[in-house]
C-alpha cells in the first residue's frame, strides 16, 4: 500500500514564475492537508481539502496561492508569481476520514522549492 | 494566539536510558494530541495519538501522557537506543486541524 506520494521531490524557481506541487493521497484517504515547514521553523497548517472542496484554508496566504482536489487526479498546490520567501519544504498529508473529529495524517516526503 | 512550546532545542542522552520530551500549549484546548517523528529532510511520521479523555497511552517502548488540566503532554522513550535520534514533534489538533511545536532534536549516544 503506497504511502502519499508527492512529487516533484525538489523543485527550482526563478522569481515571478508559478510552482505547482503534487500530491496523491494514500489509497482510500478522501482528505488532504496542506503544510509549510521554512528553514528552522516549525510546519505551519496552510489548507484542508477534501474531494473538490476546500473545508479550511486559514492557514493560506491571501494572495498568490491556491489549492485543489479534483474529483479525479492529485490534489495541487500552486504558488503563483513566486518570491524568494516561499522557499521552503511544503509537506502534503492525507488521512481517512472516518473516524470522526480526529485523524491520523500520514505524510508525505515533501517537496522542497527553492526561488533563485 | 495558540502557542506550543516544546522542551529545550536539543537533548543528548546515554543510549539506555529514557528520553522525557516535553509539550505544553497555551490558549488552545485540543482534542487530542499527535506525536511524530521527524528526520532530516523527510516527512513527518506518525508515532502516537492520545485524546483528551486518556490520561495514557503505549506503544512498544514509547509512553504519551496527556495532561489537559496542566495543558501538556509528556512523550518518553524507554531503553534508547541510537536510532531513536530524530526531531520529535508535538501536535494538539481539533477538527482535524493540527497545530506544530517546533520540535525537540533528540540524539541518543551510544
Known amino acids: 500500500n503506497a504511502g502519499v506520494m508527492q512529487n516533484p521531490r525538489h523543485l527550482v524557481r526563478r522569481r515571478g514564475q508559478e510552482a505547482r506541487l503534487r500530491c496523491s493521497p494514500m489509497?482510500?484517504?478522501?482528505?488532504v492537508y496542506w503544510y509549510r515547514q521554512l528553514p528552522e521553523e516549525g510546519l505551519k497548517f496552510m489548507v484542508y481539502?477534501?474531494?473538490?472542496?476546500?473545508?479550511?484554508e486559514s492557514g493560506m496566504p491571501k494572495e498568490r496561492f491556491s489549492a485543489e482536489f479534483p474529483k479525479e487526479g492529485p490534489s495541487i498546490l500552486r504558488i503563483q508569481q513566486v518570491v524568494r520567501g516561499d522557499s521552503a519544504a511544503y509537506f502534503c498529508?492525507?488521512?481517512?476520514?472516518?473516524?470522526?473529529?480526529?485523524?491520523?495524517?500520514?505524510f508525505g516526503p515533501g517537496t522542497r522549492l527553492t526561488v533563485l | 494566539s495558540q502557542k506550543i512550546e516544546q522542551n529545550s532545542e536539543a537533548l543528548n542522552i546515554q543510549e539506555g536510558k529514557t528520553a522525557t520530551l516535553t509539550c505544553n500549549y497555551t490558549?488552545?484546548?485540543?482534542?487530542?494530541l499527535q506525536w511524530y517523528r521527524q528526520d532530516p529532510g523527510r516527512g513527518p511520521v506518525f508515532l502516537l495519538l492520545?485524546?483528551?479523555?486518556?490520561k495514557e497511552k503505549r506503544k512498544e517502548r514509547l509512553k504519551v501522557t496527556f495532561d489537559t488540566t496542566l495543558k501538556q503532554s509528556l512523550f518518553h522513550i524507554t531503553a534508547s537506543q541510537p536510532a531513536d535520534s530524530a526531531t520529535y514533534l508535538c501536535?494538539?489538533?481539533?477538527?482535524?486541524?493540527?497545530?506544530f511545536g517546533s520540535g525537540t532534536q533528540l540524539t541518543v549516544l551510544p
Open positions: 481539502l477534501q474531494k473538490e472542496n476546500i473545508i479550511d
Open positions: 492520545i485524546r483528551e479523555n486518556e
Open positions: 498529508a492525507s488521512s481517512p476520514g472516518a473516524s470522526g473529529s480526529s485523524d491520523t495524517q500520514y
Open positions: 490558549n488552545y484546548s485540543p482534542a487530542y
Open positions: 489509497k482510500g484517504h478522501s482528505h
Open positions: 501536535a494538539p489538533g481539533s477538527a482535524r486541524q493540527l497545530t
